[in-house]
């Protein structure tokens, strides 16, 4: 078997949620790698400035604005890319919300809304792109594309005040293992990232100088919170050659937490 390790050099590689946060870190960290990169996410202005950091990496990037919610017009994009590329090698899918509500208070309407992007977005993402991917001629090693969603450490544990966004993130696990038992036979395979808590827009006032912060940082043998960068190795091996037989895993990148116990 030939294949080139850790490469994804002029891969295509789509980032859904890639403009900011943990997305915008590996939508960077794959163009500098070399892929051919497109960013996409449901905020205009930061498409836009997602669209001037990827000039700096040449002119074979592209940015769009995308509403994950919207199977029609999911469809139209992942097309929209293959057309212009002519294949898709890669996506990362990175789009999801938050809630923080004490269960008891919790609106329906809001924990609709979680599930419909977190959830019901990460399929409607996945069933166009792999709809794309599986009609492909797959590489030397048999792949046709590979699928990566960002997941949670509330894919496996509790967090309070978060229900929607911990029963969403559970439902990511149960899409990543159905989809990998469906599509790795035909050449797509699927896996996630459950990435500990990394300090960005949705997640900072929670854990910024708080308790439930502090608490974190106590139960995580590291000692601190991630560095957006730091998920980026993991997201750019599930899309090399060097990940050929890794399907249906969730990866935690969370400095010990998971592991800890008394």
Same mark, same amino acid.
């Given at each position: 078997?030939?294949?080139?390790?850790?490469?994804?050099?002029?891969?295509?590689?789509?980032?859904?949620?890639?403009?900011?946060?943990?997305?915008?870190?590996?939508?960077?960290?794959?163009?500098?790698?070399?892929?051919? +990169?497109? @960013?996409? /996410?449901?905020?205009?202005?930061? #498409?836009?400035? $997602?669209?001037?950091? !990827? &000039?700096?990496?040449?002119?074979?990037?592209?940015?769009?604005?995308?509403?994950?919610?919207?199977?029609?017009?999911?469809?139209?994009?992942?097309?929209?890319?293959?057309?212009?590329?002519?294949?898709?090698?890669?996506?990362?899918?990175?789009?999801?919300?938050?809630?923080?509500?004490?269960?008891?208070?919790?609106?329906?309407?809001?924990?609709?809304?979680?599930?419909?992007?977190?959830?019901?977005?990460?399929?409607?993402?996945?069933?166009?792109?792999?709809?794309?991917?599986?009609?492909?001629?797959?590489?030397?090693?048999?792949?046709?594309?590979?699928?990566?969603?960002?997941?949670?450490?509330?894919?496996?544990?509790?967090?309070?005040? +978060?229900? @929607?966004? /911990?029963?969403?993130?559970?439902? #990511?696990?149960? $899409?990543?293992?159905? !989809? &990998?038992?469906?599509?790795?036979?035909?050449?797509?395979?699927?896996?996630?990232?459950?990435?500990?808590?990394?300090?960005?827009?949705?997640?900072?006032?929670?854990?910024?100088?708080?308790?439930?912060?502090?608490?974190?940082?106590?139960?995580?043998?590291?000692?601190?919170?991630?560095?957006?960068?730091?998920?980026?190795?993991?997201?750019?091996?599930?899309?090399?050659?060097?990940?050929?037989?890794?399907?249906?895993?969730?990866?935690?990148?969370?400095?010990?937490?998971?592991?800890?116990?008394?």
């Amino acid at each position: 078997m030939s294949y080139t390790p850790l490469d994804v050099k002029d891969k295509v590689v789509v980032v859904t949620g890639g403009t900011s946060g943990l997305g915008r870190a590996v939508t960077l960290g794959f163009a500098q790698a070399g892929a051919r +990169v497109v @960013a996409a /996410s449901s905020n205009p202005d930061k #498409v836009a400035a $997602i669209a001037a950091e !990827l &000039a700096e990496f040449g002119s074979h990037h592209h940015a769009a604005p995308l509403d994950v919610t919207d199977p029609d017009g999911v469809q139209k994009f992942f097309q929209m890319v293959a057309d212009k590329y002519g294949r898709i090698d890669s996506l990362l899918h990175a789009a999801g919300i938050m809630k923080r509500c004490l269960a008891v208070d919790l609106a329906i309407a809001d924990f609709e809304r979680v599930l419909k992007v977190n959830l019901t977005g990460n399929f409607i993402v996945a069933q166009a792109a792999g709809r794309i991917m599986l009609k492909q001629s797959p590489d030397h090693l048999g792949i046709r594309g590979s699928i990566t969603s960002i997941a949670s450490l509330s894919s496996f544990v509790s967090f309070s005040e +978060v229900i @929607a966004y /911990s029963v969403s993130k559970a439902g #990511v696990n149960g $899409i990543t293992r159905g !989809l &990998a038992n469906e599509w790795t036979p035909l050449g797509v395979r699927v896996n996630a990232i459950a990435p500990g808590v990394f300090p960005t827009e949705l997640n900072r006032p929670l854990i910024d100088g708080t308790p439930r912060g502090q608490w974190i940082k106590a139960h995580t043998p590291a000692g601190r919170f991630g560095d957006a960068d730091e998920i980026v190795g993991l997201a750019i091996y599930l899309a090399s050659d060097s990940a050929s037989f890794t399907s249906g895993q969730t990866i935690a990148v969370d400095g010990g937490f998971l592991a800890k116990g008394v």
